[in-house]
């Protein structure tokens, strides 16, 4: 895609917080509600004589996300110490892995408008987090709380080339680490973070920029922002003939741009050794086959199962398999009532429009997939009409009954036999003689007046089909 | 060859402050010290991997079990200056 003339290229790597109960490397809390300094201990603030043990769940997640990441997950990775200084870094160096990262080579694919886009993934390496600065300006206050949570950094390759595609990389590393349950995928709460590399160069031209990387962007809305804000920075610079800094910067959701946090112009030198106080992480084929039977269908995969064995539009799969569990939620439904499409319907117009409302997550939803399933069942039986399930629906998500006792309390059951739907019908056109002797006279346009009718005399509940049916003969005369 | 520069980066990533007239003395230290381990670069190593650890032996790994074993209180109780149970530190921005 063309940006004026120039075309942009945007590499991205993402922390991922994973989801584990202890540290990677000691067995402080990772909860993030504690008080200060609450989850720390001798290993966590770097005191002298203290040990890393690794955490054999983090070395698990890890290995799931390469494997759906589709990488290659090394026998023998080795961590790494990452040398500088810096207050919240309490050792004086972060425990990373360097050259040899557990896993590596992957690829990810993904739809941007449309279209299926595929991503690489350069390498995913285990690493701890540092702590928490809070800079007042007289004085700098640590929390340490944060200090060696275990992290997998994923690095993708330079491969997009628009805002959109930026923010639906990282939109879709989150879905699949959140269908895996490996991280919960907070970018609020920093249980995710996301740094976005842009540079730019002349179209046609196969020698990159120099690259600026922005740092601190805590939605995919923002992503999108701050690239193509970036972007638009730099093609200025580059048509004013000046130079763009090698440099980090900070994307301002306030101000919608970016600005300068520190020049790389000396190069860091963090003097990456092999860390002496671990060994190396092996792996054997049968921990990686074990954790690979154990993956679940991915995202983008199970979208094209819903297309191709549900009959499901694409648009309608793609929103479905957003969330796992409103996958699970859909799933669960169709199987009960075996009508996909209506399932589909309902789940994406009337469920998620509730949820929205009440802003709850569809774990909460107090309509369960076997009510619903029963619900669209219900339907399809011609025990209710459409019109009437959407009452139950309401009387459903308030009330948390089921369908069976929503409509038996309310006596919503259509009534499709003929002579009960006959007799409403009766009275309807005794009461409406003069449009019975105009209808009869040739004005046809009036059956819709009296379907109309004999529906607000039933109070909704007499079927359509047998309404239409019975009226047409009865207004032959 | 390590040059008074090289010191002096040297110095700077580790937080040291060095003299003209120390750098000058570290350097030719230094350089001393480089060029005996240099001796090890001049053993053949053609077709042997880069030894991470000497060690063959399977890596332990801990069960995901968190535990508290020290309040904020007594992991800060060594800290020069804190403010309640934060660290505080002179301003680094």
């Given at each position: 895609?063309?940006f004026?003339?120039?075309?942009?290229?945007?590499?991205?790597?993402?922390?991922?917080?994973?989801?584990?109960?202890?540290k990677?490397?000691?067995?402080?809390a990772?909860?993030?509600?504690?008080?200060?300094?609450?989850?720390?201990?001798?290993?966590?603030?770097?005191m002298?004589?203290?040990l890393?043990?690794?955490?054999?769940?983090?070395?698990?997640?890890?290995?799931?996300?390469?494997?759906?990441?589709?990488?290659?997950?090394?026998?023998?990775?080795v961590?790494?110490?990452k040398?500088?200084?810096?207050?919240?870094?309490?050792?004086?160096?972060?425990i990373?892995?360097?050259?040899?990262?557990?896993?590596?080579?992957?690829?990810?694919?993904?739809?941007?408008?449309?279209?299926?886009k595929?991503?690489?993934?350069?390498?995913?390496?285990?690493?701890?987090d540092?702590?928490?600065?809070?800079?007042?300006?007289?004085?700098?206050?640590?929390n340490?709380?944060?200090?060696?949570?275990?992290?997998l950094?994923i690095v993708s390759?330079?491969?997009?080339?628009t805002?959109?595609?930026?923010?639906?990389?990282?939109?879709?590393?989150?879905?699949?680490?959140?269908?895996?349950?490996v991280?919960?995928?907070?970018?609020?709460?920093?249980s995710?973070?996301?740094d976005?590399?842009?540079?730019v160069?002349?179209?046609?031209?196969?020698?990159?920029?120099?690259?600026?990387?922005?740092?601190?962007?805590?939605?995919f809305?923002?992503v999108?922002?701050?690239?193509?804000?970036e972007?638009?920075?730099?093609?200025?610079?580059v048509?004013?003939?000046?130079?763009?800094l090698?440099?980090?910067?900070?994307?301002?959701?306030?101000?919608?741009?970016?600005?300068?946090?520190?020049?790389?112009?000396?190069?860091?030198?963090?003097?990456y050794?092999?860390d002496?106080d671990?060994?190396?992480?092996?792996?054997?084929?049968?921990?990686?086959?074990k954790?690979?039977?154990?993956?679940p269908?991915?995202?983008?995969?199970?979208a094209?199962?819903?297309?191709?064995?549900?009959g499901?539009p694409?648009?309608?799969?793609?929103?479905?398999?957003?969330?796992?569990?409103?996958?699970?939620?859909?799933e669960?439904?169709t199987?009960?009532?075996n009508?996909?499409?209506?399932?589909?319907?309902?789940?994406?117009?009337?469920l998620l429009?509730?949820?929205?409302?009440?802003?709850?997550?569809?774990?909460?939803?107090?309509?369960?997939?076997?009510?619903l399933?029963?619900l669209?069942?219900?339907?399809d039986?011609?025990?209710?009409?459409?019109?009437i399930?959407?009452a139950?629906f309401?009387?459903?998500?308030?009330?948390?009954?089921?369908?069976?006792?929503?409509?038996?309390?309310?006596n919503?059951?259509?009534?499709?036999?003929?002579?009960?739907?006959?007799?409403?019908?009766?009275e309807?056109l005794?009461a409406?003689?003069q449009?019975?002797a105009?209808?009869?006279?040739?004005?046809?346009?009036?059956?819709?007046?009296?379907?109309g009718a004999?529906?607000?005399?039933?109070k909704g509940q007499?079927?359509?089909d047998v309404?239409?049916?019975v009226l047409?003969?009865?207004?032959?005369? | 060859?390590?040059?008074p520069?090289?010191?002096?980066?040297?110095a700077k990533l580790?937080?040291l402050?060095?003299?003209?007239?120390?750098?000058?003395?570290?350097?030719g230290d230094?350089s001393?010290?480089?060029?005996?381990f240099?001796?090890?670069?001049?053993?053949d190593t053609?077709?042997v991997?880069?030894?991470?650890t000497?060690?063959e032996?399977?890596p332990?790994?801990?069960?995901?079990?968190?535990?508290?074993?020290?309040?904020?209180?007594?992991?800060?109780?060594?800290a020069?200056?804190?403010?309640?149970?934060?660290?505080k530190?002179?301003?680094?921005?």
């Amino acid at each position: 895609m063309s940006f004026r003339g120039y075309e942009a290229v945007i590499g991205i790597e993402v922390h991922v917080q994973l989801k584990t109960a202890s540290k990677m490397f000691c067995a402080d809390a990772t909860e993030f509600e504690a008080g200060d300094n609450e989850n720390t201990s001798p290993v966590s603030v770097g005191m002298p004589g203290t040990l890393p043990v690794v955490n054999k769940k983090a070395i698990e997640f890890s290995i799931k996300t390469g494997l759906a990441l589709g990488c290659e997950i090394r026998k023998k990775s080795v961590f790494a110490r990452k040398n500088y200084f810096y207050p919240d870094l309490p050792k004086g160096y972060q425990i990373s892995q360097f050259d040899l990262p557990l896993c590596e080579n992957g690829k990810i694919s993904f739809k941007v408008d449309g279209v299926e886009k595929t991503i690489s993934i350069t390498r995913a390496h285990m690493e701890e987090d540092a702590g928490k600065s809070n800079h007042s300006g007289e004085y700098t206050l640590i929390n340490l709380n944060r200090a060696g949570m275990p992290l997998l950094e994923i690095v993708s390759g330079p491969d997009m080339r628009t805002p959109a595609e930026a923010a639906e990389y990282g939109r879709t590393i989150r879905q699949i680490v959140r269908y895996l349950d490996v991280c919960d995928g907070n970018l609020e709460e920093g249980s995710m973070r996301c740094d976005c590399n842009v540079s730019v160069m002349k179209e046609g031209s196969t020698k990159f920029g120099t690259k600026v990387e922005i740092k601190n962007i805590n939605s995919f809305r923002f992503v999108e922002k701050a690239v193509e804000f970036e972007i638009d920075r730099q093609i200025d610079l580059v048509e004013r003939g000046e130079k763009i800094l090698q440099e980090t910067r900070l994307w301002d959701p306030d101000k919608n741009k970016t600005f300068s946090m520190r020049t790389k112009e000396d190069a860091q030198d963090y003097r990456y050794f092999p860390d002496p106080d671990l060994l190396p992480v092996t792996v054997t084929d049968a921990m990686i086959a074990k954790f690979r039977s154990e993956l679940p269908e991915l995202p983008l995969a199970r979208a094209k199962r819903f297309v191709s064995a549900h009959g499901l539009p694409e648009y309608d799969a793609l929103v479905l398999t957003s969330e796992k569990e409103l996958a699970d939620f859909y799933e669960a439904t169709t199987k009960v009532c075996n009508n996909h499409k209506a399932s589909s319907n309902w789940i994406m117009t009337e469920l998620l429009r509730e949820l929205n409302q009440a802003n709850k997550e569809i774990s909460q939803s107090p309509i369960t997939p076997e009510m619903l399933g029963r619900l669209i069942g219900f339907i399809d039986e011609g025990k209710i009409s459409g019109k009437i399930a959407k009452a139950v629906f309401a009387e459903m998500w308030v009330s948390g009954k089921d369908p069976d006792t929503v409509i038996k309390e309310k006596n919503l059951v259509q009534i499709s036999d003929a002579g009960a739907v006959e007799k409403i019908i009766d009275e309807v056109l005794a009461a409406n003689a003069q449009q019975v002797a105009d209808y009869r006279g040739g004005r046809t346009k009036l059956f819709g007046f009296f379907v109309g009718a004999v529906m607000k005399a039933s109070k909704g509940q007499a079927n359509p089909d047998v309404v239409n049916k019975v009226l047409l003969e009865k207004l032959k005369g | 060859m390590i040059d008074p520069k090289t010191i002096a980066h040297i110095a700077k990533l580790a937080r040291l402050e060095v003299s003209a007239e120390e750098a000058s003395r570290y350097s030719g230290d230094l350089s001393k010290a480089l060029g005996y381990f240099e001796q090890i670069s001049k053993v053949d190593t053609q077709g042997v991997e880069p030894l991470v650890t000497p060690s063959e032996m399977q890596p332990f790994w801990r069960e995901d079990e968190a535990k508290r074993e020290f309040t904020a209180e007594e992991m800060t109780a060594n800290a020069p200056e804190k403010m309640g149970n934060l660290f505080k530190v002179p301003p680094v921005v």
